[in-house]
Nanobody
Framework: EVQLVESGGGLVQAGGSLRLSCAASGFNFDEYTIGWFRRAPGKEREGVSCISSSDGGLYYADSVKGRFSISSDNAKNTVYLQMRSLKPEDTALYYC???????????????????WGQGTQVIVSS
């Protein structure tokens, strides 16, 4: 069973940084993509970034390019999302999910494997 647990969220001032973690279990981590998504209050869930352990594929939404960085520690089955220069519009509940492929289309269509987790809350104050 695919299980992913997000952590690392919190309250930060605009311009600050946070690092989110996504701990995975129940599947062959090396064969899957891990994606980060977020849902802001009153908005639909949107894709933020993804990383593929199998082919090194990377994707960032335009809204986070140059500010967010995704990385993977395969030994720990964990994916990180380093967030810098945070803005109030980054405030959202952040989720990670397993995916078959890392691509703009897959992220845009939210093509995940398994179900959504609880997420980790990020609040950026102005």
């Amino acid at each position: 069973e695919v299980q992913l647990v997000e952590s690392g969220g919190g309250l930060v001032q605009a311009g600050g940084s946070l690092r989110l973690s996504c701990a995975a279990s129940g599947f062959n981590f090396d064969e899957y993509t891990i994606g980060w998504f977020r849902r802001a209050p009153g908005k639909e869930r949107e894709g933020v970034s993804c990383i593929s352990s199998s082919d090194g594929g990377l994707y960032y939404a335009d809204s986070v390019k140059g500010r967010f960085s995704i990385s993977s520690d395969n030994a720990k089955n964990t994916v990180y999302l380093q967030m810098r220069s945070l803005k109030p519009e980054d405030t959202a509940l952040y989720y990670c999910a397993a995916m078959r492929t890392c691509s703009p289309a897959a992220v845009g269509r939210r093509l995940i494997v398994g179900s959504w987790g609880q997420g980790t809350q990020v609040i950026v104050s102005s």
